[in-house]
């Protein structure tokens, strides 16, 4: 979205994701997969393939059937759009406070944190660490201002402060970070 000026359908990365790289349906999205699809197939427009609410709604097997239903034929034309809107390359970022501000500064990071029921139960800023882990959640990391970094996260504007909220490095920081390039990729990277 920062980069193309566009929101994107989370439920086509997921559709890709699950239907090219988990090729049995059960696993959990990743990053890694995430990234790959953005640099292989590319983001869809979030018109072309909008989230109702009733799908936020649905039980996950639910949601997952609703996603294999859709032809192949129609995935191939989503696919046609989407590949206007890729990535260039993409990069695992050893995590250090450091590393994720000057991360911030060069562009767009994406993190995994390990979340519990303190995502999803008010209050949520700032987030803290889960008191029992649920599963893991990838979200980007926006912003730094010396003290805490500022996430964006894809559950929409209703969820913590219009989807967005802040975490404090040295009390709770992501399990894995990547650095996303979309134009130049850095001589470092090539």
């Known amino acids: 979205e920062k980069h193309f000026g566009m929101k994107f359908s989370p439920d086509f990365q997921y559709l890709c994701q ?13 990053i890694l997969h995430s990234l790959k699809v953005g640099q292989k197939i590319g983001y869809l427009p979030l018109n072309e393939f909008p989230r109702t609410e009733e799908d936020r709604k649905l039980p996950y097997q639910e949601y997952i059937k609703k996603l294999q239903a859709i032809s192949d034929t129609e995935i191939e034309r989503l696919k ?3 590949s206007k809107y890729k990535i260039k390359a993409y990069a695992q970022v050893p995590i250090s406070r450091d590393n994720l ?7 767009s990071l994406l993190a995994r944190f390990v979340v519990g029921k303190e995502w999803w139960t008010p209050p949520i800023e700032p987030i803290l660490p889960p008191s029992e882990v649920i599963s893991g959640h990838a979200i980007n990391l926006t912003n730094y201002n ?14 913590a402060d219009k989807g967005t909220a802040y ?17 130049e990729i850095p001589k470092e990277i090539e």
């Open 167 to 183: 975490f404090i490095f040295d009390n709770y920081s992501p399990t894995e970070v990547w650095s996303v390039w979309f134009d």
């Open 101 to 107: 501000a000057n991360g911030i500064d060069e562009g």
């Open 18 to 30: 699950k239907k090219f790289y988990d090729m049995n349906w059960d696993e959990g999205s990743s």
């Open 146 to 159: 010396g003290n805490s970094f500022r996430l964006a996260n894809s559950w929409g504007v209703n969820w």
């Open 80 to 82: 046609v759009i989407a």
